[in-house]
């Protein structure tokens, strides 16, 4: 069945046992994941990915994966992302099984009125469907606002859209944000705190600077300009955290593109999809990054850098700026040798 709007948030947060199937779909694939990430909150489960190729050659496979019953007694939530029409044999079946332990997540992007997942799963009394469109600024800043108060904050004047528009209207990196201030500010739901423009500036948001091209370079395994640019940075180090940032943006671009390519897609067929959500003049960058990174090493990138900003922002971490030396030149190291 579909989300009527303004349901979606209940569906998620307070999940009905007899829905099998969940089909987050449209344009914003963060929002979607979100979704996905709160429903495994609820149901205090935890991910178990199949990927979508094994189930075009395997219908059989999901219905499997659903009804099977977790060794150690714990409670999962199978996950398909990325996914398309490859999958619908496969929820059929799942449709058809006479129980399932585990509910199914599928994250997909667009899907067309003619998409036979998308007829299933608006159809279907034990699946739900929801399209995710791409917020707009006010959708943004109400959201920040919502967030901000989950972590104990409360957003002043102007700091909310400043947030919004720092992480491109983006779910996730809008909540890793919201995080790291709450821990700058040691506030919590029990012991809120006022969120100025000051502590934005401290340790917020920042895209400002070339902090992107150097985050790139370090990715795409550049060591010789990297280290020139790494060189040119204030030597007080107050330029890491921006940096750091601009790096973790990018990779929340660069997994779910990665993630695609695994399960067998094309990858200009996957540059060709993005169309104007990618700058062009970012595209030849994107597409050697893609071609020296797989979804394994990116993840490992992103552990470590959100290790690294921890240490920083705690302050039991070398100087800033020759931490943020060391891991980009490791970063742009490992990605020659890949």
Known sequence: MKAVKGSIDRSVDQPDPKVRFYLFHGPDEAQSSA???????????????????????????LADEAGAIDMFGGARVIWIQPSGEEIVAAVEALMDAPAAESPV???????GKSSGLLKLAE????????ISY???????????GDLARMEGLR??????????EACGNDRRMIVQELAKLALYLNA?????????????????????????????????????????ALSRLDSSGKEAIPIIRSLQRRLLMLVPIRARIDAGERLQAVMTSMGKSLFWKDKPMVEKMLGMWDSAG?????????????????????????ALGEELIAIARQARRR
């Open 35 to 61: 979704l996905g990430d709160r429903l495994l909150t609820a149901l205090k489960a935890a991910k178990h990915g199949v990927a979508s190729g094994s189930l075009r050659s395997d219908p059989a496979l």
């Open 105 to 111: 997540v599928a994250i997909a992007g667009k899907l």
């Open 123 to 130: 159809s279907h009394a034990l699946a739900l469907s929801h």
């Open 134 to 144: 791409e917020l707009d600024a006010r959708d943004a800043e109400r959201l920040v």
């Open 155 to 164: 957003a002043q004047s102007g700091v909310a859209s400043r947030i919004a």
């Open 188 to 228: 919590s739901p029990d012991s809120p705190k006022d969120l100025y423009s000051d502590a934005l500036d401290a340790v917020g948001a920042d895209m400002g600077g070339d902090f992107l091209g150097i985050a790139d370079l370090a990715l795409a395994g550049d060591v010789r300009l990297l280290s020139d």
């Open 298 to 322: 990116l993840a490992r990138v992103s552990e470590r850098t959100g290790s690294l900003e921890r240490r920083l922002m705690r302050g039991d971490s070398p100087p800033a700026g020759e």
